[in-house]
């Protein structure tokens, strides 16, 4: 198997015109990429369909390449690091843990085994069991994890023997393309291709009639357009869509005990997380502790560019996140909602805004019923159990939730009913490489993670061979 020595990225069309890119820390633009024309994925895709030929055939040979990638991620990360943090805003810590992800994500799944296996059959036949790659896979990801959710479509999708079209959010291309430099030293070419560029190049993407299987993660409501898309060509389709997960604390909470995890939950990337902590039910007698534990923490958490090493929060991602999420504020406030800590936008240069803590907030508010994706965080009060964990399945969305109590039998209880596909007890949105992830209702179909995640790049190949000639 052939080694590329050619361009960084594979990214054969590096011409025509670019776009720019925002430090959202400044405000300020800060480098640009290539605005590459949906045209130019007809090449692209085709020499993806060629590549494939080489990479689905030798297993051992694949399996070598994605353990020396996880090697290259691992020497770049004083590279990447620092550049995920000027575009995507994050605390260079929170980026060395991303790129630390991304090389274990490739080990991951090159150790994984593609097994076949024997099919019970009555008839005097052998039936046995194998899988096949599917070809070129188009994974389309989002700005909030641009290097993990990438690689959390391309390291199965190449293990699996398909060859990959990635396409990075025109917000955060940057790292990415230098994620395929580095990588381009150790896949064979045309096997992973980065495309950056700006709508409606991730539509023609998921639509065009040489890709097999389209992989996505972003908002429900691209991802409904993204399934309409793949429909044309009959592709697969997997959706990690959006969610609103609710965390319920019970009344035997040590509310002092679990209120810095409970934060980080909420706050973790500016709150920019799918599976963030996005609404808090606590019972009404612990309802103001819980408030003030959670709002001495928003207001005094330092806040600021994700390369100043003091920083724990950095600013909202890009302009249009920022105008979401101060809108869904100020309506809370006009409904009636206090703000117990910040509430409001940050007086200085960038996309800051003061991590937030409201209460008496009503219950069909925005803030609450949809996905507010940044640093605000509504705590309601409940009287009955039931109540609350009827208000945490009273949303379209199904992607976690989690229960907080010391009680942990109880607890677990209480965590069988929530409707979503990962459910924590006093913890969330902690997964291990190992485990399938998806989404219930609208938070997504198909399944990603573990070995979920590599047989949902493959198609099942059954030979019947008879018993005796
Ligand atoms: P988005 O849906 O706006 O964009 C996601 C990606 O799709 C980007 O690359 C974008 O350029 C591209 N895109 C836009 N329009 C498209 C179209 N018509 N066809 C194809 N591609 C198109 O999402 P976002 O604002 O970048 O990210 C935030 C959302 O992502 C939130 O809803 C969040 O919950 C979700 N998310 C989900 C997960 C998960 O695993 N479930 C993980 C992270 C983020």
Not at 100 to 115: D, K, P, S
Not at 166 to 181: E, H, Q
């Amino acid at each position: 198997m052939s080694l590329a020595t050619g361009h960084p990225a594979h990214d054969p069309a590096d011409r025509g015109g670019s776009f720019t890119v925002v430090d959202p820390a400044t405000g300020e633009t800060f480098g640009e990429a290539p605005d590459r024309r949906p045209e130019e994925l007809d090449a692209i895709v085709d020499r993806a369909h060629t590549a494939w030929h080489g990479w689905r055939a030798d297993q051992a040979a694949r399996r070598r390449a994605l353990r020396e990638a996880a090697d290259a991620v691992d020497r770049a990360a004083a590279a990447l690091a620092p550049l995920l943090t000027r575009e995507q805003g994050k605390p260079l810590t929170e980026s060395h843990a991303e790129v630390a992800r991304t090389a274990a994500r490739l080990r991951y799944f090159a150790e994984l085994r593609i097994g076949t296996q024997p099919v019970a059959d009555d008839r005097p036949v052998h039936s046995r069991l194998r899988w096949r790659s599917l070809g070129p896979v188009a994974a389309i990801v989002p700005w909030n994890f641009p290097l993990q959710l990438a690689s959390a479509k391309f390291a199965p999708a190449l293990a699996a023997g398909n060859t990959v079209v990635l396409k990075p959010s025109p917000f955060t291309p940057l790292a990415t393309r230098m994620l395929g430099s580095v990588l381009a030293g150790a896949l064979p070419e045309g096997v992973l291709t980065i495309v950056t560029g700006r709508e409606p190049l991730g539509a023609r993407l998921a639509s065009h009639p040489g890709i097999r299987h389209v992989t996505f993660t972003g908002s429900t409501a691209t991802g409904r357009a993204v399934a309409a898309g793949a429909a044309a060509s009959l592709a697969r389709v997997t959706l990690e869509l959006g969610g609103n997960d609710a965390a319920v604390l019970l009344d035997d909470v040590d509310v002092e005990k679990v209120a810095d995890r409970l934060f980080w939950a909420a706050f973790r990337n500016c709150g920019q997380v799918c599976m963030a902590v996005k609404r808090v039910y606590a019972p009404r007698r612990l309802h103001a502790r819980v408030v003030e534990a959670l709002a001495h923490r928003a207001r005094t958490t330092a806040v600021g560019s994700g390369l100043d090493p003091l920083s724990r929060i950095g600013p909202v991602n890009n302009a249009p996140q920022l105008a979401r999420v101060e809108r869904r504020t100020a309506r809370a406030l006009a409904d009636g909602a206090r703000a117990a800590a910040g509430g409001h936008r940050l007086d200085r240069p960038g996309y800051f805004f003061a991590p937030t803590i409201l209460t008496d907030v009503p219950a069909d508010s925005p803030v609450v019923t949809e996905e507010q994706f940044g640093p605000v965080l509504p705590v309601l009060p409940y009287d009955r159990l039931d109540e609350a964990v009827r208000a945490a399945n009273d949303t379209g969305f199904g992607l976690g939730g989690s229960v907080w109590g010391t009680d942990l039998d109880r607890a677990a209880a209480v965590a069988d009913r929530l409707e979503c596909g990962t459910a924590w007890i006093n913890h969330h949105a902690e997964l291990s490489l190992a485990q399938p992830f998806a989404g219930a209702k609208d938070s997504g179909v198909g399944v990603a993670g573990g070995p979920w995640g590599l047989y949902g790049n493959l198609r099942p190949f059954v030979v019947h061979r008879p018993q005796e000639a």
